[in-house]
């Protein structure tokens, strides 16, 4: 992946059903294009192309990955520009602000074929009916996960020393940070560094940290704190003015799995499974928390509890992810039909319209 190009999810299935981040990475731009139409009538393949010619161009990019098929885009940001493109249908139904100021509206839905679709109604509403069933269904198994996680995370916070819990935060936010500040208002962003899709879990998280010069790897358990050290440091660095990408756990938005604060060099994340990473270069550290807060010996003391509730957590996750296969597979149905009703041409028509609409505004 080259290093021009920032690829993450801004919106993620997870315990609390679908969870929308976009708005935050969608702020601050001069040109935001909504794009409309229903699956299967090009808006991934559209972005890709696009993405693309403005990558040949050398300009800097954000990829916004699709949660439920990762290898599809549901946006790009095309960042000298700040022109962004957004697939604007549900579950993330973008609402303009200064709608033709800024926001424009593109309608795939003039290259199908109408009467077409028409004719197949009935099954179009059927496998809708089914893909929204299926997600259901996932997002019950991520809830049932979440709460035997929380019995999982409950072992290891009763045998947790707080107060070296809180004397390893002060001491990575001294380290990290130093007496160093900025006098000017923090651009925050909020993402996912990863989702749970059908596929299982993805993550980019080597691509997000390629160029950052120091990676903190957190080691630790459920319960072991992680999240709430991540919480200090990305307030820590907003209260201090630099700006941050704060990346939520795509299980739990609660909860974080990565800070990164790129004027000051480093990215410090959550290198547990489902995103375990091992240092690989140098300015890579890992930051055991087990071996800091934990009491000596739980693992060995509650391996019988903790195997136990591995198993019905991974179970769960498991049984999540068949439900969110289930829907990609419908959903791929439901596009085939879309695809059989459009006129393509119409649809380049519309795609090079948009490049000669942004490279004039890049001419501007």
């Not at 996912?192 to 160029?211: R, W």
């Not at 693992?299 to 591995?310: F, L």
Request: hydrophobic residues 35%; negative net charge; proline residues 3%.
């Amino acid at each position: 992946m080259s290093e021009r190009i920032r690829h993450y999810f801004a919106g993620g299935n997870t315990a609390y059903g679908f969870h929308s981040l976009y708005e935050s990475n969608l702020e601050g731009l001069k040109k935001l294009f909504i794009l409309k139409g229903g699956p299967g009538t090009g808006k991934s393949t559209l972005m890709k192309h696009i993405a693309s010619v403005f990558e040949d161009q050398g300009y800097t990019l954000q990829l916004l990955h699709c949660s439920s098929d990762h290898e599809s885009l549901d946006g790009i940001i095309i960042n000298e520009l700040r022109v962004g493109m957004v697939d604007g249908t549900a579950p993330h139904i973008i609402e303009p602000k200064l709608p033709g100021a800024v926001e424009q509206y593109v309608n795939l839905g003039e290259a199908w074929d109408a009467e077409a679709l028409a004719g197949k109604k009935d099954e179009i509403e059927w496998l809708t009916e089914q893909i929204s069933l299926s997600f259901q269904n996932a997002y019950e198994s991520f809830a049932q996960a979440l709460k035997i996680h929380d019995e999982w995370e409950a072992i290891f916070i009763d045998r947790m020393d707080f107060g070296k819990a809180d004397a390893l935060k002060d001491e990575l936010i001294h380290m990290l940070f130093g007496d160093q500040r900025k006098e000017r208002i923090a651009d925050v962003r909020h993402r996912f560094l990863g989702a749970a899709t059908p596929s299982g879990a993805i993550d980019y998280v080597p691509n997000l940290t390629a160029d950052v010069e120091r990676r903190y790897f957190i080691k630790g358990r459920p319960g072991s704190g992680k999240s709430t050290m991540l919480k200090a440091i990305g307030a820590e660095a907003e209260q201090r003015g630099y700006d941050v990408e704060i990346y939520h756990c795509g299980f739990d938005p609660n909860s974080l799995d990565m800070v990164i604060v790129r004027d000051l060099g480093f990215a410090i994340f959550d290198s547990t499974s489902p995103h375990e990473y091992f240092p690989d270069r140098d300015g890579d550290e890992i930051v055991d928390v087990y071996e800091r807060c934990i009491e000596a010996g739980t693992d060995e003391d509650y391996r019988t509890d903790i195997e136990h509730v591995a198993k019905r957590y991974r179970r769960k996750m498991d049984e999540a992810t068949a439900h969110l296969a289930k829907a990609k597979k419908r959903h791929d149905e439901l596009e085939a039909l879309y695809v059989k009703a459009m006129d393509f041409t119409k649809v380049k028509e519309i795609e090079d319209s948009l490049v000669g609409i942004i490279q004039e505004m890049a001419m501007s």
